[in-house]
Antibody, heavy 123, light 110 residues
Framework: EVQLLESGGGLVQPGGSLRLSCAAS????????MSWVRQAPGKGLEWVSV????????YYGDSVKGRFTISRDNSKNTLYLQMNSLRAEDTAVYYC????????????????WGQGTMVTVSS | QSALTQPASVSGSPGQSITISCTGT?????????VSWYQQHPGKAPKLMIY???NRPSGVSNRFSGSKSGNTASLTISGLQAEDEADYYC??????????FGGGTKLTVL
């Protein structure tokens, strides 16, 4: 079964750091670009970042650029999101998502999603 | 990266057809055929329903279809069913090498 399982969420103070992980199973992880998407409580979806299958290309949303870093370890089938200088507005459920394989570009559709991990930034 | 514009809510009766619009600019929806649609039930992860304007992933009902005209994309659901009640989000590639989502539309099946 194709599955994505996020972990690492929790409560952190403003200005703090947190690293999220996403363990992939059931597919050839190294063949797929991967992304993070977040959803603040009661709000809509916001794209955060994407990384190519090799890790050689990365892109970020304006609201996290310079503070968040996406990375992956294909030997461990795991995607990461390092979040620094966290703000209250970063409070959200963070979803790990797989980029659909047949797309021409990696900034396109997300066909498999994890269940999400909650990040709360508060003092 | 301004969010794409979707109606806050739409509704329809079982068996009817409804259409949800998603309006952007020539820098996103109008400029590329990289528009996707997602369905999200309360407390659940989003599910991909349409990608690249009008392509359905395997397993998605053919009651769901997508289209685009100018800067506006649309999702049409025909033969509305109770289980279609959910939030729907569009997304698009943007010229600034990013992905932008719409604000979401709550579909109510009457």
């Amino acid at each position: 079964e194709v599955q994505l399982l996020e972990s690492g969420g929790g409560l952190v103070q403003p200005g703090g750091s947190l690293r999220l992980s996403c363990a992939a199973s059931g597919f050839t992880f190294s063949s797929y670009a991967m992304s993070w998407v977040r959803q603040a409580p009661g709000k809509g979806l916001e794209w955060v970042s994407v990384i190519s299958n090799s890790g050689g290309s990365t892109y970020y949303g304006d609201s996290v650029k310079g503070r968040f870093t996406i990375s992956r370890d294909n030997s461990k089938n795991t995607l990461y999101l390092q979040m620094n200088s966290l703000r209250a507005e970063d409070t959200a459920v963070y979803y790990c998502a797989r980029v659909e394989l047949t797309t021409v570009i990696i900034l396109d559709a997300f066909d498999i999603w994890g269940q999400g991990t909650m990040v709360t930034v508060s003092s | 990266q301004s969010a794409l514009t979707q109606p806050a809510s739409v509704s329809g009766s079982p068996g009817q057809s409804i259409t949800i619009s998603c309006t952007g600019t020539s820098s996103d929806v109008g400029g590329y055929n990289y528009v996707s649609w997602y369905q999200q039930h309360p407390g659940k992860a989003p599910k991909l329903m349409i990608y690249d304007v009008n392509n359905r992933p395997s397993g998605v009902s053919n009651r769901f279809s997508g289209s685009k005209s100018g800067n506006t994309a649309s999702l049409t659901i025909s033969g509305l069913q109770a289980e279609d009640e959910a939030d729907y989000y569009c997304s698009s590639y943007t010229s600034s090498s990013a992905v932008v989502f719409g604000g979401g539309t709550k579909l109510t099946v009457l």
